[in-house]
Every structure is written in C-alpha cells, then in structure tokens.
C-alpha cells in the first residue's frame, strides 16, 4: 500500500469513527480527544488530517449531502418503481455498508438549532422532498399515487425512511422492511 492509500484510509477511519461517536454521544458531548482514542491515534497526528471536530462534521455532512443526491441519479423509471428500487437499491447498500444508517442519523441532527451554521446550512440545503415531489405528482397525473399535495406526500415518504434507517442505526440487528410496504403509504 502506498503511502497516498495509506493516508486516505487513515483519513476513512477518522471519518466512520467521529460518525460512530457523533451519532452515540452527539456532537457537542464528543470530544476531539474521544475520536483521536478510537481510532487509535495521537490528538496531533489527528489534526493533521482535521483541523478541528467542526470541520470534520462539515466533511461528514458533505458525504451525506453527496449521497442524498443520489435520488437524481436514478435512471428514469415509472414514479411507482421509481421510490421501489430506490429503497431496495439504499437497504441493500446499507445493509453492507452499516455507517449509511448512522449518516441518516446525522444528517437529521446537522439540521437542529445549536449545530455549528455552516454545518447547519449545508445540511438543511438537502431538498429530496421537494425534488421527488415532482414525482409523485407525475403518479397521481398516471393514477397511480393517491390524491393529496404531493409536497406532503413526498416528506411523509422520506419521514418513514428517515425514521426507520434511525431505528436500524440503533438496533443493529433490525431488518429493513419490503420496500413495497413504504412504497404503499402513496399508493391510490
């Protein structure tokens, strides 16, 4: 392993080991010299990759942020298979990579009063329910979504998925549910 590569995976294992301890602890209790623990490294030789807990929770939040936009990414489908293979496509991703649980988890506390602004800012720029709103109102246009503001309908969507990759996050032994069950809160 080169040099680079080992830098970069030091540099990953900063990263899931402040998001383990940020999402167990919270920010504010975590502590600098917590994460440096954990990994396990000098206080110093951490700041060399992080100039400080700040900054890397702005780098965090900026890998959420990437990842939540990966609903534009889907390739174009009918609206109904459309929310249906996105969850089967994030439950089995998350099901092998365990840390994308804890990234919902942070992500909703990065949105709170009390979180630094720019992390704050950046987190609140996340506009899926608005983004598949537009969705949806193309499957009650087909007659296949039920009748309602598809803005509401959409936040009521990302709120269950939200709240179950929360309660996976917590219970890891927790099994993702059929995506077709969620699929039917906006089915006519």
């Known amino acids: 392993m080169t040099r680079k590569e080992q830098k970069e995976e030091r540099r990953q294992k900063i990263l899931m080991t402040a998001l383990d301890l940020f999402v167990e602890r919270g920010f504010h209790e975590t502590k ?3 994460i440096a ?3 396990p490294m000098s206080i110093g030789l951490m700041f060399h990759y992080f100039e400080s807990k700040e900054v890397l929770l ?7 942020l990437e990842a939540t936009n990966s609903t534009s990414k889907m390739p174009p489908m009918p609206p109904e298979l459309f929310f249906e293979k996105f969850l089967e496509q994030l439950f089995e991703f998350s099901s092998s990579q365990p840390w994308v649980f804890d990234m919902f988890v942070l992500m909703g506390q990065a949105r709170r009063p009390g979180m630094p602004e720019d992390v704050r800012e950046l987190a609140s720029s996340v506009k899926t329910p608005e983004a598949t709103a537009g969705i949806i109102k193309e499957g009650q246009k087909s007659g296949v979504f039920r009748e309602g503001d598809p803005l509401q309908l959409s936040i009521t969507f990302w709120g269950a998925v939200q709240g179950i990759m929360e309660e996976m996050s917590i219970n890891k032994s927790y099994k993702a549910p059929d995506p077709k069950w ?3 809160m ?3």
Do not use: T
């Open 182 to 184: 969620i699929v039917s």
């Open 32 to 34: 600098i010299s917590d």
């Open 186 to 188: 906006l089915l006519k």
């Open 37 to 39: 623990s954990a990994v």
């Open 58 to 64: 702005l780098e965090l939040v900026k890998m959420g």
